[in-house]
């Protein structure tokens, strides 16, 4: 696991839009796409490139990491349509090529199976962008996950449903139930990104680098990959018990080593 420590959200965006644009040049990239507000940055920068140095999304695919159970596709804060309106939107990536899990799906005992059939069928995730809960969920696997899990019905913490209040109107229309790519489904990404801001992450961040690999925090099974590579600010950064050595070591990185 490499952990970049930049000074400024801005600069951990630049980071982050700087390892997806190489997958993207690279060939036909398939994407993990994750929404919250961590991305947006990285986002809106890769949104520029397009715009501005024609980097060119055509050959690219995407899947995002979950759903809430029962809002319809068509609410502005499914995660169907927020990656629509804060990514999709702003590149030429096709939207027939970017998929979700389905939370409105009659069979939704079901669905996991079926999307993780679609990509394993694509081929796999070339590489996996990560936001992380103030409890060290991803995706939407709240402590307790299984290590080994896959795509599934999960329920909210009162917490998750408390943090994501804010996009909804009031915290009761905050939905129960989710559909997430499970732990064991995000590892079999090839690359893992996992974006963090802010003190309010420090603890989550420090847990799922440094604490023990727990279904507690289920971040912490990035410790389990091969290559992950972990970007964020200062902030996020200050529970870190090793931050001076990771700050060495990307200092110290041999040129030709990528992210
Ligand atoms: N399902 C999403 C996660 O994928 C995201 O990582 C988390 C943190 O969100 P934010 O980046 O807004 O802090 O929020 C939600 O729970």
């Not at 990514?87 to 970017?98: A, G, I, K, Q, S």
């Not at 995730?125 to 969920?137: A, M, S």
């Amino acid at each position: 696991m490499e952990i970049v420590i930049r000074p400024t959200p801005s600069e951990v965006s630049t980071t982050v839009a700087d390892i997806v644009e190489r997958y993207v040049r690279r060939g036909p990239a398939t994407l993990g796409l994750a929404t919250g507000s961590s991305p947006l940055g990285s986002y809106r920068e890769l949104a520029r490139r397009h715009r501005e140095s024609g980097l060119d999304f055509t050959d690219a695919r995407a899947f995002l990491l979950d759903e809430y159970v029962g809002l319809p596709k068509s609410h502005d804060q499914s995660y169907f349509s927020v990656i629509r309106s804060e990514f999709v939107d702003h590149v030429n990536l096709d939207p027939e090529r970017v998929l979700s899990p389905n939370g409105e799906s009659p069979t939704i005992a079901e669905e996991g199976a079926r999307y993780d059939a679609a990509i394993a069928e694509a081929g796999g995730v070339d590489v996996q962008l990560l936001g992380i809960g103030t409890d060290g969920h991803i995706g939407f696997n709240e402590p307790g996950s299984a290590l080994t899990s896959r795509t599934r019905v999960k329920t909210l913490t009162e917490q998750t449903r408390l943090d994501n209040a804010r996009f909804f109107d009031s915290v009761d229309d905050v939905p129960h139930h989710v559909l997430t790519q499970g732990l064991g489904t995000i590892s079999e990404a090839r690359h893992l990104v996992m974006i963090a801001f802010g003190k309010g992450k420090a603890e989550a961040i420090a847990a799922a680098a440094e604490g023990p690999l727990a279904a507690f925090c289920p971040a912490s099974v990035m410790q389990l990959h091969p290559h992950v590579t972990v970007v964020i600010d200062e902030a996020a950064a200050s529970k870190l018990q090793l931050a001076d050595y990771y700050r060495y070591a990307l200092e110290h990185k041999p040129s030709w080593q990528l992210f």
